[in-house]
């Protein structure tokens, strides 16, 4: 009799990763609004805690059949007692690893420490006017705040940009991963963040995952931070406001995906009055949401991106390359345009990099 094929381990797996995301994706855009606030929330991490984790246990398979029972190559076996443990040693690893991102629930104001760099950069803005030569703009992405960055890593974070004497700061998205309630306390020293000229907020894909964006917007007011809900500002020096600067923020793409009311990317909401004539920087979280920008409108002279985290972790990296149009760092788009993605200032959940670094990033304009 012919055996019937049976599906590997793997293949199993790869299976259910699937599954959970099409979970994910039928959640999103047919259940959101049936649901408050606080049950999406606890959806959206239930689905991310699942579909992370069966994806994960690809890797996780990997590493227990070729590592897990290794010999080290011309050393004579081991004692039953030492494999065994070597075992356990590396069970335990996988464990802790996967079991990680239950800080999704736990442990919202308590972090491990780590630093920042601060990578500084000039860049030279078409039709930046005279008296805005030399503004300084400090640049903070995916902080994620929530379940490994808490009150003293952002504490950190504020003393570098206060360091910088900043005129600007500028937070290209993904700031939180829970709702306000939850990290009134965590969120606090953003209350202290000095800029001469104002410290503006775009929405990420993680903020809407929150479900909680217009309290977030509410207590981003009341830190002095302003949310540029497809909208601009007119940045000058003080009495020089006939020479502005037009700075624009659209909201993230996975708004108009998750169907959150009243939001959505919408870059002719943001740049309305905002003429060619002017210099436009434009805050957009997502690398995607760049490019589609400067199609619809050329004449934005330098978008701020955040998202790819550089990868974080290789290999990581490499799938993140692959599906964002600009990975990390300063691209030239057209003859005039520019792009700068960030590698993000902190980290999303495990607390580790691999082949990437968190920055703050100090950007001073140069008029041409």
């Known amino acids: 009799m012919r055996k019937s094929s049976t599906l590997s381990l793997e293949a199993k ?43 994960m246990l690809l890797g996780s398979l990997f590493v227990w059949r070729r590592i897990a029972s290794a010999v080290i190559l011309g050393a004579k076996p081991p004692s039953p007692w030492l494999y065994q443990a070597w075992r356990a040693g590396v069970l335990l690893f996988l464990l802790l690893t996967h079991s990680s991102f239950l800080t999704l629930f736990y442990l919202v104001a308590e972090e491990p420490h780590a630093l920042s760099r601060v990578v500084r950069l000039d860049i030279t803005l078409d039709k930046l006017p005279r008296s805005l030569d030399g503004l300084k703009i400090v640049l903070l992405s995916d902080i994620h705040l929530g379940s490994t960055v ?7 974070i504020v003393s570098i940009v206060n360091r910088l004497e900043a005129d600007l700061v500028a937070i290209t998205g993904d700031l939180a991963d829970s709702q ?5 306390s965590a969120s606090e020293p953003l209350l202290g963040m000095k800029s001469k000229l104002g410290s503006y907020f775009v929405t990420g894909n993680h903020d809407y995952y929150t479900a909680d964006v217009e309290a977030w917007f509410a207590h981003l007011r009341a830190l002095n931070i302003q949310a540029l809900h497809n909208d601009h500002a007119r940045i000058s020096q ?40 002017r210099p436009i920087v434009l805050l957009a979280h997502q690398p995607r949401a760049a490019r589609w920008a400067l199609q619809e409108r050329p004449d934005i002279g330098l978008v701020l991106s955040g998202h790819t985290h550089a990868g974080q972790i290789f290999p990581l990296s490499i799938m993140a390359y692959l599906l964002n149009p600009y990975f990390c760092g300063l691209y030239r788009v057209g003859d005039s345009s520019l792009v700068y993605v960030s590698p993000g200032t902190a980290h999303y959940g495990i607390p580790m990099r691999i082949g990437s670094r968190a920055e703050v990033t100090e950007i001073l304009l140069r008029a041409p």
């Open 13 to 55: 797996v790869a299976a259910a990763a699937g599954a959970v995301l099409l979970s994910m994706a039928i959640a999103r855009n047919l259940m959101s609004e049936r649901f408050d606030i606080n049950v999406r929330a606890t959806l959206y991490r239930v689905q991310f805690l699942l579909f992370i984790n069966s994806f």
């Open 150 to 156: 808490g009150r003293s890593r952002l504490d950190l």
């Open 180 to 184: 306000v309630s939850r990290l009134l």
């Open 238 to 277: 003080p009495g020089q406001k006939s020479d502005w600067l037009c700075l624009a923020g659209v909201d993230d793409l996975e708004a108009r995906i998750l169907r959150y009311p009243g939001h959505g990317m919408n870059v002719a909401k943001a740049l309305e009055g905002c003429s060619p004539d």
